[in-house]
Each structure stands twice: as structure tokens, then as C-alpha cells.
């Protein structure tokens, strides 16, 4: 038997949890060491199994395979292929920037490591489960915690002393998040039963698809239901809101990988097992693409509140990855995917910076701020270095993926293609103007400094910011693992 790499993975954290828990409450400097080895130890997993992936290969690897229920076709069933390998890797990366960000938590430090590692666990079974009743459980773990992370370590100030009730927060984060997996389970249960598979099982449910009258019915449910995952206009509110009032490390999850876990299962369940109903609706969805493209990049042009500015633009570069998928051609897709990888590294980099800075000055609005780039200069280079990524920089991984999206969709949607091109006009426009508020111009005196990052916030940053520019200057590191897997799923819609 080869080495269980996705049982490790999802096992490590759970098992930093268990150490965490056992933990007495005053050992606050043991459960951060314990909660630093065990997401550097995930990480390094999650690397070595990306390296060892054989994309001369592809398909499926790493499996694991264990009966747990068969008479209703239930199996702890893991594996990686060129969709989700990616977005593993993502998630151990990921896993150390937040763990190292949360070093700064001082209150009730047991409960909220316990609580970030469940996520974590949750978040790489999604991505590695092959059978649906599992995927649908890791799903579970992986948005419950989030209400309590929010509600309890999160925050009632935004900018411009408003603020924002963080149990509400939490209450409508919670709600939409259990909507989307309600109808995920729905169309699950209608993929079961419609197939005459009698199974959960990802593979035997794609040889023994439905008939297309009822992927016509099912595939704008299972949509949907990961559409409110990935933020998608209208189904997008709660994400603003909750990104408001998380913690900083839980604004670096939500953007960086839960909104992942919405495209994720848009290719991986709808697209993939109903190849006939996404012919039909992927046409249709693809409007929705560009709304969430426009309207997310207008409405961060409007705020004033820094995280929330950072929200909207996650809300409309998802709109890229939805336009990516809708396209369904081999560079289209592959943009999609490379959109995910690369959203989640910027976008979870501009929250850990975004946070760093309340902490440092305690104010989130733009007019507090002014000429701060000399007096935390190291937060400013990193932040500046982010924003450009977010725009779309050439030598940066932004750039490569909106490349790639607006390039294999041009053929199929041009009109919606050259609106598009204006939604990355306007994130220039409120990126720079962010940068330009708060690190230049005169130096606002009565904006009060504590001091730039010190060893450890360095920490998480630096190696996102290293991964920006590993994967915009050698981006076939990603897309010679992806290739594989976008031409088998091209291959079942008749070609390319």
C-alpha cells in the first residue's frame, strides 16, 4: 500500500486539535508552539504530495479506498487529480500564513487553535473526498466552527467608527453557508437515486450519469449550492459581512480556500457528473460571471473600510473563475483554476496585512490613514507588492490567470470578455487608491503607529508573497499538474 499522503494530511491537523485540547488553558505558549509544528508539518505534506504528483500521468493518485457502508455506497474515498492537488497545496500554505497570523490571539487561545484546525481538517477532506457523503460531511466541519471563530474572537468595528454586530455577522455566514450545503445535499440525494448507482462514489456516479431531462433539474441545485459557497451576486452577502467582522486568520481562510471549496465542487460534482445540464446552464451562468466581476469591483470602489474593500474584490475576482468555467475550454478552464490557486495566496496576504495594520494603528477607514509607508515600511512594500498581484502585474500570478481566463473565454463570450477587461480597470483604480490613502502622501500625525512587523508577522507574508512570485514567474508548476485533468473533463463535453 503507498503511503496514505491525504490521510495524513487531513489527520495532522486533527490530531494538533486533540494535543491543543488537552492542553491546559494557561499554556498559551505551548499551544502556539504546538499549533506552529503541526501547520509546518501539514504544509510540508501538502508540498511533498504535490511534488510527487506524476502529471505525465495524471488522473486520480494518491488514492485511498476503504469500505465504511457499502449497502448504500459509502467509502472513505480520497484522492488528488490536476483539479484539486492544486488547491491542497493551497490549503497547507495557507494553513501556516493563518497559524502564524493568529500567534497575536490572546484570549481563550485553547479553544480558538481547536476550532482553526477543525476548519483546516474539514477543508482538506472537501478537497481530497471522492465519495459525495463524505465531501458532504467534511463540508459540515468545515463551516460550523466558523460561526463560533466569528463570533467569539471576531470584531464589531469597521471603519469610520461604524460597526458591525459580529454575531450577526456570524448568524448570516452561518445560515448561507448551511443553505448552499442544504441544496448540495439535495442534489446529491437526487444523484443517487437518478443514476440507479445506488452509490456516492464520484467515479461510478460519472460512468452512470443521469438522464439529461433530470440534469437539466439537479445541475442548477448542486450549482447554486456552491455558487453561495463562492460568493456569487446576489447569493454574496454574507461574505462582506462576515470577512468584516472575522479574525484576521479566519479572513485569510474564508478568502483564500472556502470560497475555493465553491468553485471546487462547481467543476468537480455539478460539471463533472452533469456534463448534459452544464451545456445547457453554463451559457446562462455565464452573465452571472460578469455581474460578479462588475459589481464586486464597483462596489469596492465605494468603501472606505479596508477589509471591506478587500471583500468586494474577492467578490468579483470569483467572478473570473465562475466566467473560466462557464467558457469550458481547455485554456478557459485552466484559467479557472489557476484563478482559485492564485485568489487564495493574494487575497488571503492583503487580509493578514489588513489585519496587521488595525492592530498597529487600530482604525480600518481610509481618511485615518496617510504617508504610513514611513513609518512601517516593511508592512507597506508587502501590501504594495499584494495590491499590484491583486491587479494583475505581469510576472505575478494574478496576471497569468486572468490572462488565461480572459483568453480561452474570449472565443465563446467576447462581449462578456471585454466588460470583463473594465472590471480589472476598476481594481486598478481602487487598489491604487487604497495603497495610495494609507502608505502615501503626508504623513497623517494623529494616526497613531505601534510599529512595523516584528519576526514572527513577517512570517506568514513572506511566504505568500514568495508563492505570488514563484507561480507568476514559472507558472507551468501549476498547469502541467491542472493539463491532465482539464482535458479529460473537455473530452466529455465532445472535444475541444
Not at 481547536?114 to 477543508?123: D, E, I, P, Q, S
Amino acid at each position: 500500500m503507498d503511503f496514505p499522503f491525504l490521510t495524513f494530511i487531513i489527520g495532522i491537523p486533527l490530531l494538533g486539535l486533540i494535543l491543543i485540547i488537552l492542553s491546559e488553558d494557561d499554556q498559551k505558549d505551548r499551544i502556539r508552539t504546538i499549533a506552529g509544528i503541526t501547520s509546518f508539518i501539514t504544509m510540508l505534506f501538502c508540498i511533498f504530495m504535490f511534488c510527487l504528483y506524476n502529471y505525465d500521468q495524471g488522473g486520480y493518485q494518491f488514492v485511498e479506498w476503504i469500505s465504511w457502508f457499502p449497502a448504500i455506497g459509502v467509502e472513505y474515498h480520497l484522492g488528488v487529480d490536476g483539479f484539486n492537488a492544486p488547491l491542497v497545496l493551497l490549503t497547507g500554505i495557507l494553513g501556516f500564513a493563518c497559524t502564524m497570523v493568529s500567534f497575536n490571539i490572546k484570549e481563550r487561545v485553547r479553544e480558538y487553535f481547536a476550532l482553526t484546525f477543525a476548519v483546516l481538517a474539514g477543508v482538506f477532506g472537501v478537497f481530497a473526498s471522492m465519495n459525495l457523503f463524505f465531501f458532504i460531511v467534511f463540508y459540515e466541519l468545515s463551516s460550523i466552527p466558523m460561526y463560533f471563530l466569528i463570533g467569539i474572537w471576531g470584531s464589531d468595528k469597521m471603519g469610520e467608527g461604524k460597526e458591525v454586530n459580529k454575531k450577526y455577522a456570524a448568524t448570516k455566514l452561518i445560515l448561507y453557508l448551511q443553505l448552499g450545503g442544504g441544496l448540495i445535499l439535495l442534489g446529491a440525494l437526487g444523484l443517487y437515486f437518478l443514476s440507479g448507482a445506488n452509490t456516492f462514489n464520484m467515479w461510478i456516479l460519472q460512468k452512470f450519469p443521469i438522464a439529461a431531462k433530470w440534469q437539466m433539474i439537479v445541475f442548477p441545485i448542486i450549482f447554486i449550492g456552491f455558487a453561495i459557497e463562492a460568493g456569487m451576486v446576489p447569493f454574496h452577502t454574507w461574505l462582506p459581512d462576515g470577512h468584516s467582522a472575522a479574525p484576521t486568520a479566519l479572513s485569510m481562510i474564508l478568502a483564500g480556500v472556502l470560497l475555493k471549496m465553491g468553485g471546487y465542487g462547481i467543476i468537480r460534482v455539478a460539471v463533472g457528473l452533469m456534463p448534459d445540464g452544464a451545456d445547457f446552464w453554463l451559457k446562462i451562468f455565464a452573465v452571472f460571471a460578469i455581474i460578479n466581476i462588475l459589481y464586486g469591483a464597483l462596489c469596492a470602489m465605494m468603501q472606505t473600510d479596508i477589509k471591506y474593500i478587500i471583500a468586494y474584490s474577492s467578490v468579483s475576482h470569483m467572478g473570473l473563475v465562475i466566467l473560466g468555467i462557464a467558457a469550458m475550454t481547455p485554456l478557459a478552464l485552466q484559467g479557472a483554476s489557476f484563478q482559485m490557486f492564485s485568489h487564495g495566496i493574494i487575497t488571503a496576504l492583503l487580509f493578514a496585512l489588513a489585519g496587521y495594520l488595525y492592530e498597529k494603528t487600530h482604525t480600518r477607514a481610509l481618511k485615518d490613514y496617510g504617508g504610513l509607508g514611513v513609518k512601517i515600511p516593511m508592512l507597506a512594500a508587502i501590501f504594495v507588492f499584494a495590491g499590484l498581484a491583486s491587479l494583475g502585474l505581469p510576472g505575478l500570478s494574478g496576471f497569468v490567470a486572468e490572462l488565461m481566463v480572459f483568453l480561452g473565454a474570449y472565443k465563446i463570450f467576447p462581449v462578456i470578455v471585454i466588460l470583463g477587461i473594465f472590471g480589472i480597470l476598476l481594481t486598478a483604480i481602487y487598489i491604487l487608491r487604497a495603497v495610495q490613502k494609507i502608505f502615501f502622501g503626508p504623513l497623517n500625525e494623529k494616526c497613531f503607529v505601534s510599529g512595523d512587523l516584528t519576526g514572527v508577522e513577517k512570517a506568514g507574508p513572506v511566504v505568500l508573497a514568495f508563492v505570488i512570485a514563484l507561480f507568476g514567474f514559472f507558472p507551468s508548476i501549476l498547469t502541467k499538474v491542472t493539463n491532465p485533468a482539464v482535458l479529460d473533463l473537455i473530452s466529455r463535453f465532445g472535444g475541444m
